[in-house]
């Protein structure tokens, strides 16, 4: 490991546009001639829509334009998608009801877009668009997915009968049946996983601009993936062919999958430039984030565990109703499918496992993946029965996790998964030696003499990542391949361009791309630029999400040098007239092993460009390509321990420590990897302790700014100790497994496990706020 | 309308704006200084903090009019030329950023916090002060840590002035 390759924990490249405030963001971005929409917005959670009169906003002053969705359909705009098809077990297709990019016949959720209006300035947008006229016939309305799908429910979309998309299952339900009758001891619980919003710090934006001369439209978006909403603009919604369309995806400020999506305010804002003849920009408000970023959770479930008289798990039976909120978005229904389902095996030998999946509509926000997607509800599930069977049993919840380990590989799930890699033990015996777990007792009586409840709480989660195998999640019912692309252009003076298909938007890429270069042939991290975001600079690519980038992003990019590499050596080869195995690079020098022969790595490259003294029969220049196409998922898995004290008087909880021990593969830079956990524990903490997305019954969102949506602030979280103990991942030619989610989806368990224990309960609803465990508390004095 | 006089990282600059235009917006729309934020509509996330006259101030809270006669300092004026202030640097060293949106406000409020505390931080307080501030990214483990050691090397950086002017 040099001081910037591989291993080292480089400070990053991107920083400095972003301490010294010249990040570029979608809503710094001026156009000459650029105008302003706004969306008036449905305020009903489900109604009709009977006339839309814009007569008073079209003579607002500033006003441009103001378009309904009805002009929208006329001009072929098409309808939203999911893009992943999910089969219920009757081998029915999942029913897809209609979403249209501006609402014109009905309105289906708090925030549902109807009209939009651009104006010279937003202010303008703002007043005309409080001056369109719509007149609504109200519809009752349904927010709660069990309740959905009761009899005489309202009807959301005529396709879906009941609000029912789909009723899936996975795995063998008889065996799994006959396991939990047998057993010695079953575990049942009911589950629930709260609803949240993603809440990037950035909202998201869109400016559209076409140009009339060249027939041709740009769209800067907040996107994770600029190239996936290049295709669907243009394959789905006919904004318009792919060639005539070049989506740029600038700095973005924080995505954690709510900036996947293709939404309708981009398309919108494209059609409305062309219509309007200016471009146009948008930028959402907060509230406006709050109501139509893709949600994310929002599961009731049930389980059974069942073990043997030896404490060995001999089946699980699940029951899911996931809520998917008034539209299918883009991947809505493989989250609570196939990278929820699939995940239930956790780290446990477990025979037999039957998950039945219902996905519901209702009158909220669409549902998508958020920082973990699926596999956090898993976890969840599945760490909050092993404590509770572990408190039933009366056995320590270590031991009787560590029993049920996985401990040889690869390890072949009831559930599709085949783990590759892993130590589960490892990781369990870091983190109870981090926490000083066998201490614990004498920290609880000495927090009682204080007057205050300690509990502590562990989570072994593991997680599917480094989405994925393009064959395989076709065969699930992807729409699309999860390849990566890569492209590394060597310059004529040996600097270096790496041009990605990953997107980043906080990860680093920047850095740790550079560094995978820095290890292979030396050259300074400054002399190699990485360059992502734009489908006119770079190739199909696929995006940022799942903890791909490093598996897949980077695995593409080791491809690539490769073959960047066997042409260098060839090149230096032949200058040196030696043979071109015997060819090595050190630090920026191709060398004849055991000889002083060497040339310069600048030098090699000028010769590939000057073209005058090249190996017969070779083309001049040294760029090269690559697409990655993985063999198989991902397994991070790891260990984390919470340890709360809770004040019975007022039900507040302090988190006294959270110890996570991860094992993430081989690793690019730690320092960022951290980075990573810190952010996605905090989320999982956030969860368990603070955010809850409510709506009333009428469909209102009650927690819709940060005034009533309790975003974790400093104060609410203690530092966090964190390690690594790794088992390369053998699938991919780096060793990565990824590090984006695995926060997120190890830490809610963690930290409810350790509150019910120090209350001495079983269960407590997410978020666990002061008032609902004070109420807890309460409730066992009665 | 209203004209609007500032001066913003040393310059004089005035405007004509609307009255009900924030200064948030004035900086961003009207002077292109586009480091500074917004992230939400409630004066509550922090992005958008900016120097009035010396004192930390949620620039979304503020009507540009008002700050009208006002120095005002933001993110592009805290380094000294191509010397980053010990705030800016502390950030990059303890990898107090991911995504960055929050970044310019973290690192306005947090200088603020090192000059009111010129006795020095705690972690404890660092997270309390922090209060205005979010951040989705981070988990705030080395924001804090950013701050803390940002704090000890603008005391020393103090104690060296004294010294030299005595």
């Given amino acids: ?782 | 309308m209203s004209e609007v006089s500032l001066t913003v990282n040393g310059k004089r600059v005035s405007g004509v704006a609307e009255d009900r235009t924030l200064l948030v917006h004035f900086l961003r729309e009207n002077l292109g200084l586009t480091g500074t934020h917004v992230g939400c509509d409630t004066s509550q996330c922090g992005a958008c903090v900016v120097h009035v006259d010396g004192k930390a101030v949620k620039s979304c809270t503020m009507l540009a009019v008002q700050a009208s006669g006002s120095t005002v300092l933001t993110i592009e004026g805290l380094a000294n030329g191509a010397d980053l202030h010990p705030v800016q640097a502390a950030f990059k060293e303890h990898h107090g950023l991911q995504c960055g949106f929050c970044t310019p406000g973290m690192i306005m409020a947090a200088t603020d916090m090192i000059n009111r505390h010129p006795e020095g931080l705690d972690e404890a307080t660092v997270r309390v002060e922090l209060e205005g501030n979010i951040c989705r990214c981070t988990g705030y483990h080395n924001i804090v840590k950013a701050i803390l050691a940002a704090s000890v090397t603008m005391s020393k950086g103090a104690k060296g002035k004294a010294k030299q002017a005595a």
Avoid at chain 1, 17 to 41: L, N, S
Avoid at chain 1, 709 to 719: G, I, K
């Fill in chain 1, 1 to 782: 490991m040099g001081i910037e390759g591989v291993g080292a924990r480089v400070a990053r490249k991107e920083d400095k546009r972003f301490i010294t405030g010249a990040g570029r963001y979608v809503d710094d971005m001026v156009v000459p001639g650029m105008k302003h929409a706004a969306f008036v917005r449905s305020p009903h959670a489900h109604a009709q829509i009977k006339k839309i009169d814009v007569k008073q906003a079209q003579g607002m002053p500033g006003v441009i334009g103001v378009l309904t969705g009805k002009e929208l359909k006329a001009d072929g705009i098409g309808n939203l998608i999911c893009g992943w098809m999910i089969h219920s077990k009757d081998g029915s297709p999942m029913k897809m009801g209609a979403w249209s990019p501006l609402a014109f016949d009905k309105v289906r959720y708090v925030g549902d877009a109807v009209v939009v209006v651009v104006a010279e300035t937003k202010s303008q947008a703002r007043d005309a668009a409080e001056a369109v006229d719509i007149t609504y016939k109200e519809l009752k309305a349904v927010v709660d997915a069990p309740r959905a799908l009761e009899k005489g429910a309202p009807q959301i979309h005529p396709e879906a009968d009941n609000n029912l998309i789909f009723d899936w299952e996975l795995g063998d339900g008889k065996a799994t049946d006959a396991a939990i009758k047998a057993a010695a001891h079953v575990t049942r619980m009911k589950i629930v996983n709260n609803r949240l919003v993603p809440n990037a710090m950035e909202p998201r934006a869109a400016l559209g601009h076409y140009d009339k001369a060249e027939d041709h439209y740009t769209c800067w978006t907040t996107s994770q993936n600029p190239h996936l909403a290049r295709l669907v603009m243009s394959a789905f919604y006919n904004v318009a062919p792919e060639n005539k369309l070049r989506v740029i995806a600038p700095d973005v400020g924080g995505g954690f999958g709510s900036k996947i999506y293709i939404y309708p305010e981009e398309i919108v804002c494209l059609w409305a430039s062309k219509k309007t003849g200016v471009p146009v920009k948008w930028v959402a408000d907060r509230t406006e984030s709050f109501l139509t970023d893709a949600h994310g959770r929002d599961h009731v479930s049930t389980v059974e565990m069942g073990f043997d008289k030896n404490n060995v798990i001999t089946g699980l039976k699940v029951d899911t109703i996931a809520n998917l909120g008034a539209y299918m978005s883009l991947f809505s229904s493989c989250v609570p499918t196939y990278l929820y389902a699939t995940l239930l095996s956790g780290q446990y030998n477990i025979p037999a496992i039957h998950a039945n999946v219902r996905a519901v509509y209702t009158n909220t926000a669409p549902v998508d993946a958020y920082r973990g997607a699926g596999r956090p509800e898993a976890t969840y599930l599945l760490e909050r029965t092993m404590e509770t069977a572990a408190r039933e049993l009366g056995v320590s919840p270590a031991e009787l996790r560590r029993k049920n380990f996985i401990t040889s590989f690869p390890h072949q799930t009831p559930v599709i998964m085949n783990y590759d890699a892993g130590d589960y033990a490892a990781s369990l015996d870091a983190a109870m030696k981090a926490s000083d777990y066998a201490g614990f007792a004498g920290r609880k009586a000495a927090a009682a003499k204080r007057g205050r409840l300690r509990g502590i709480g562990m989570s072994n989660y593991i997680e599917a990542c480094g989405l994925a195998p393009s064959a395989a999640v076709g065969s699930l019912g992807a729409g699309v391949g999860l390849w990566e692309s890569a492209e590394v252009r060597v310059n004529a003076v040996g600097t270096i361009e790496v041009l990605t298909g990953s997107h980043s938007h906080g990860q680093g890429h920047e850095t740790t791309f550079a560094q995978l270069v820095n290890q292979r042939f030396g050259v300074p991290i400054d002399s190699v630029s990485i360059v992502h975001g734009d489908t006119d600079k770079v190739q199909m690519g696929m995006g940022t999400y799942g903890s791909r980038s490093g598996a897949v992003g980077m695995s593409a990019v080791a491809k690539a040098l490769d073959k960047v590499e066997a042409k260098a050596k060839k090149i230096a080869a032949h200058l040196l007239e030696a043979d071109e195995g015997d060819i090595v690079i050190d630090n920026g020098t191709l060398k004849v092993a055991g000889t002083d022969k060497s040339v310069p790595w600048f030098q090699m490259a000028l010769a590939a460009y000057t073209a005058h003294n090249l190996p017969g029969g070779m083309e001049p220049g040294l760029k090269e390509t690559a697409f990655y196409d993985p063999s198989n998922f991902t397994f991070p898995a790891g260990c984390y321990v919470c340890e709360v004290e809770i004040d019975p008087e007022t039900g507040t909880t302090e988190i006294i420590q959270f110890v996570a021990a991860d094992d993430f593969g081989n690793i690019i830079n730690p320092m960022i990897v951290e980075g990573q956990v810190h952010g996605g524990i905090a989320q999982g903490i956030g969860q368990a302790l603070l955010e809850g997305a409510f709506y009333d019954a009428s469909g209102q969102l009650l927690t819709a700014s940060y005034m009533d949506y309790t975003m974790p602030r400093a104060s609410d979280l203690p530092s966090f100790k964190v390690s690594t103990s790794n088992t390369p991942c053998p699938g991919n030619p780096l060793g990565i497994k990824g590090c984006g989610e695995a926060g997120a989806i190890g830490s809610p368990p963690a930290v409810i496990n350790a509150i019910t224990d120090a209350i001495g309960i079983t269960d407590i609803a997410m978020p666990a706020s002061p008032s609902t465990v004070w109420a807890a508390i309460r409730a066992t004095k009665r």
